[in-house]
């Protein structure tokens, strides 16, 4: 039976990319060694790191505009802490959407004055917050863009003076954006890239070197610009996938086509939830997510019948997160809109057969 996997990370990945990735453990580019064998200085790889870097600045149209591209490990966890090491040297402004801005601003408070400037905690972060104002003496305005465990996504970005920075890890190369408002942009792989084990970090290079604290060489982003993303051993197989992902995404028509397709899987999707009596929507309406959508039963009672009408139908990870509960599908850029059509059709049978 085929799965249709909605999980929300790590996600899942274009079967023609995975195909390409198994050739690639068994003998990549006809040398007659794994991937994960080779030297990550040889000739190979460097060509491997060298493309991925360039097609994630292509996609997001920042090529040639002072920006760079780094891959890097520890994901968006590490990026909480490089980001203030970095650039924070006396306050900063966080906007807490969830868990992921809660645990950046955890880390930021080891090296300065943070100011959270609007939080959506006192709804569960079912929203984004719209009003609030930015002071001009930040060092930088940290925001996240998807909300991966609440279903929210912005879908407009303040215009400021300070540096702005932005973690895309759920919805990175989803959506046309102006992509040259934010000065650093950070994703971990797993959630719509690649698989666990490679961060993408994108940075605009005029806005380091400012602070005045000594940075550890591992830590500092200086070092891995310098080293082409090469100071330490990079992770060869998740940068090496995550780089077939982005040639997979160019070669369907980039960003601008795959979000034509996102719109449709959401759109099927929540206008399921809006009209099928057995469902309610997590997030305010006006900030749901095109990438991980938020739902629950109106009956409870009716939950191990519609998990077990998911897992006849193969339906797998619409499991909600812990802390929130109820459902959460993830319809990331390489699932397809026939998955989404299972799912709903579950849904709708669902109420055919209680409602």
């Known amino acids: 039976m085929k799965k249709h996997n909605f999980y929300a990370g790590p996600c899942i990945l274009p079967q023609e990319v995975l195909l390409k990735a198994s050739e690639a453990v068994q003998d990549f580019n006809g040398l007659g060694l794994s991937l994960i064998e080779i030297s990550h200085r040889s000739t190979d790889f460097v060509a491997v790191m060298d493309k991925a870097q360039s097609l994630a600045l292509e996609l997001l149209g920042l090529k040639e505009k002072g920006y760079t591209a780094l891959f890097l490990q520890g994901g968006a966890s590490l990026q909480f802490l490089m980001v203030a090491y970095n650039l924070l040297e006396r306050k900063a402004g966080y906007l807490n959407t969830g868990t992921w801005s809660e645990k950046a601003i955890k880390e930021a408070k080891i090296f300065g004055e943070i100011e959270e400037l609007a939080s959506s905690k006192d709804k569960g972060f079912n929203y984004i917050p719209k009003m609030y104002g930015i002071p001009t003496d930040l060092d ?85 610009i310098s080293k082409d993303s090469m100071f330490n051993t990079p992770s060869v197989f998740a940068t090496y996938v995550s780089m077939l992902t982005m040639q997979w995404l160019k070669d369907l028509g980039g960003v601008k086509a795959i979000e034509e397709i996102n719109d449709k899987k959401a759109q099927l999707l929540y206008s399921e939830i809006d009209l099928n009596p057995m469902f309610k929507g997590y997030a305010a309406k006006e900030d749901r997510s095109k990438m991980n959508v938020t739902f629950n039963l109106t009956d409870e009672k009716l939950q191990s019948t519609f998990d077990k009408m998911c897992a006849d139908a193969g339906v797998v990870g619409i499991k909600g997160h812990r802390s929130v509960g109820g459902y959460r599908a993830s319809i990331y850029n390489a699932l397809s809109l026939d998955s989404v059509g299972v799912l709903v059709d579950v849904m709708s049978d669902l109420e055919q057969s209680k409602g």
């Open 140 to 224: 930088y305005l940290h925001i996240t863009s998807n909300n991966t465990i609440y279903g929210t996504q912005m879908n407009s970005f303040p215009k400021t003076k300070v540096p702005l920075v932005c973690d895309m890890s759920s919805d990175i190369f989803s959506r046309e954006l102006n992509y040259s408002q934010f000065d650093l942009i950070y994703a971990g792989a797993q959630k719509n890239m690649g698989p666990a084990g490679a961060t993408l970090v994108i940075v605009k290079e005029d806005i380091l070197g400012k602070v005045s604290r000594v940075i550890p060489s591992m830590l500092n982003y200086k070092v891995h």
